[in-house]
Nanobody
Framework: VQLQASGGGLVQAGGSLRLSCAASERTFSSYAMGWFRRAPGKAREFVARITWSGDSTNYADSVKGRFTISRDNAKNTVYLQMNSLEPEDTAVYYC????????????WGQGTEVTVSS
């Protein structure tokens, strides 16, 4: 499974970005998907997760109410809508696939960089 993340960029605090992650496999619709991020000098952290059907999502407390994860299985794509961005959201964002819905992410995208200026 190849995952291609895109949509990162430079945005001012309070602004919005939408990240996309396109999967190469048509079996994408059977995977749970997650977004993670790694800020400069920090460990990678969980951001959001969505089940294969899209009927259940969960978020890190730090982004709850500001970020929304969604997916379009017809397009093999998962999205992360990020609103009310803060400088603390600056990081490289990665999408990942959980093939067996067991919380273990087997495949990872290459990352897309988000920079939020104050």
């Amino acid at each position: 499974v190849q995952l291609q993340a895109s949509g990162g960029g430079l945005v001012q605090a309070g602004g919005s970005l939408r990240l996309s992650c396109a999967a190469s496999e048509r079996t994408f619709s059977s995977y749970a998907m997650g977004w993670f991020r790694r800020a400069p000098g920090k460990a990678r952290e969980f951001v959001a997760r969505i089940t294969w059907s899209g009927d259940s999502t969960n978020y890190a407390d730090s982004v709850k109410g500001r970020f929304t994860i969604s997916r379009d299985n017809a397009k093999n794509t998962v999205y992360l809508q990020m609103n009310s961005l803060e400088p603390e959201d600056t990081a490289v964002y990665y999408c990942a696939a959980d093939l067996f819905q067991d919380g273990r992410y087997t495949y990872w995208g290459q990352g897309t960089e988000v920079t939020v200026s104050s």
